[in-house]
């Protein structure tokens, strides 16, 4: 069954620097991937999704991943971290029909 | 235009009272999930409706929950009785069925069973 594995369950970053979210996917055929973002209390929101088109795909707030096939990776990345990006990310998959299959999270902390 | 609407957003009962969950979905949106999300864990499906039917609801624990979705629209997820391990957080999404997957979620129902 198609899934994704999240490394790391906490990235702690400082203010300014690279973040980098680790994801591998599982699957036999090209998937559908997808990262959320999940601020305290609140619901998950849409930050960007691979469907194929493009393996470079931008989302908001200044992140992207790139879809590596020979590595089965689809890392989320931002250049510059800001204290608002602290959250819990969740990489997703598709597994087929109309469903996702979500990761345990990584939860970002940004220090000052 | 109006996200997926929950409630309540915080809800704590004791073991073994019943619950309920309401959760009205983006408008147009035919397919309408609940999900179960454990304090530090990714979310686990329960449900998926297609209009008012149920298509997938094979990790719904069937003896304690039950769900329905009248008239294609508005949802309604129980739990009864309640126990004390069923305390998460349980957030409702919609999506068209014809769009590439991407899910949008209401803020989630915290339960706390005590």
């Known amino acids: 069954a198609q899934s994704v594995t999240q490394l790391g369950s906490h990235v702690s970053v400082s203010e300014g620097a690279l973040v980098l979210l680790r994801c591998n996917y599982s699957?036999?055929?090209?998937?559908?991937l997808f990262w959320y973002v999940q601020y305290p209390n609140q619901g998950l929101q849409l930050l960007l999704k691979?469907?194929?088109?493009?393996?470079l795909v931008k989302g908001i707030n200044g992140f992207e991943a790139e879809f590596k096939k020979s590595e089965t990776s689809f890392h989320l990345t931002k250049p510059s971290a800001h204290m608002s990006d602290a959250a819990e990310y969740f990489c997703?998959?598709?597994?087929?029909?109309?469903?996702?299959?979500f990761g345990q999270g990584t939860r970002l902390t940004i220090n000052p | 235009e109006a996200g997926v609407v929950q409630s309540p957003r915080y809800k704590i009962i004791e073991k073994k009272q019943p619950v309920a969950f309401w959760c009205n979905p983006i408008s147009g949106h035919n397919t309408l999930y609940w999900y179960l999300q454990n304090l530090g864990q990714g979310p686990e499906l329960l449900i998926r409706?297609?209009?008012?039917?149920?298509?997938?609801d094979s990790q719904l624990p069937k003896d304690r929950f039950s769900a329905e979705r009248l008239k294609g629209v508005d949802s309604t997820l129980k739990i009864q009785p309640a126990e004390l391990g069923d305390s998460a957080v349980y957030l409702c999404?919609?999506?068209?069925?014809?769009?590439?997957?991407?899910?949008?979620f209401g803020e989630g129902s915290r339960l706390t069973v005590l």
């Open positions: 999404a919609s999506s068209l069925s014809t769009g590439t997957g991407e899910l949008f």
């Open positions: 691979y469907t194929s088109a493009a393996t």
């Open positions: 409706y297609e209009n008012e039917e149920a298509v997938d």
């Open positions: 699957s036999s055929v090209p998937p559908y």
């Open positions: 997703a998959t598709r597994p087929g029909a109309q469903k996702l299959v």
